[in-house]
């Protein structure tokens, strides 16, 4: 079940870590990994063959991202969806500062709160979920959004969510993962789900993690259909067969890894994203890593609306 792969820190992404690396996406377009760090209110872009790196900084938060077939962002912040236009500077140089334009916005039944994990379904559909940022209240006001491609945002899709995490889609796009990576949560959930009007249904947990280990994060399902959880405050990655069995399990660097993507140019290179926690911090954590662990990814979506 443990399985022994090189898993290498990603020098050229920048020497200094991230206070919440989240959120990798890959472009093949490009042949760049792209993800944020939440706290920084960055975007950042790495062009894997040169190694050169961008920086764009936002007015605010931003913790998850998509691209329409424009390369315009769709990005998950603070205050709601915006479309943000990342204008080139120097490679290398100080981050470009960037503002979007509101897309949508739900009203927050607090005022800590803010979007999280987010992605397209296999239809080109953005969805991201919401959360308290205090994570000690346990606050379950958190709630899982879908953004057609008309630019509509839909009522709360799932709720009493405290930390929503997880999102994927099996490559069919038949059924959609979702956990919750909360402490007292710990759940993986999947959902048959409608591909045509883009409804989740008959929910069921599709993996506990207080039967193994960590916090189930962000994710990534390669072309078996198989499903990568970052398994946060384990340094682990763990796969999981469609029927929910645990076939096998990575240990990275970090004690906080947070999301996972393929890329590369055969998407055979997984990407992590790690959080730096504010004590007793490793020399690793927060940085970029990568692996091949002899499976390949899919394509990620577009949205499918014009932003």
Known sequence: MSAL??????????????????????????????????????????????????EWMLPEKVACIAFDHRGTVLAGCETGLFAVTLIE??????????????LAA?????????????RCDRQGRFWSGTMVQDMAAANPAGVL???????????????ALITQNGLGWSPDGATMYLSDSHPSRRLIWAFDFDTNTGEPRNRRVFADLHD????????????????WICANDAGLLLRFTP???????IAVP??????CAFGGRDLDTLFVTSIRPAADASEHDGHLFALRPGVSGLPEPDYAGEL
């Open 243 to 249: 029927q929910g069995k645990l076939d096998r399990q």
């Open 145 to 159: 959004y879908r953004f057609d491609a008309s630019g509509v945002l839909s009522a709360p899709v799932v709720d």
């Open 254 to 259: 970090a004690t906080k890894p947070s999301m």
């Open 106 to 118: 739900p009203v927050f039944p607090f005022s800590d709160m803010r979007f999280n994990d987010g």
């Open 212 to 227: 193994y280990a960590g916090r189930p994060d962000g994710a990534a399902v390669d072309a078996d259909g198989c499903y």
């Open 89 to 102: 500077g120097a490679a290398g140089g100080e981050p470009v500062k960037v503002s979007g334009r509101k």
């Open 5 to 54: 792969v090189n898993v290498e820190r990603v020098e050229a992404a920048g020497q200094a870590p991230a206070l919440v690396g989240e959120s990798p996406v890959w472009r093949a377009a490009e042949q760049a990994l792209y993800w944020v760090d939440i706290p920084a209110q960055k975007i950042v872009r790495l062009r894997v063959d040169s190694g050169e790196r961008s």
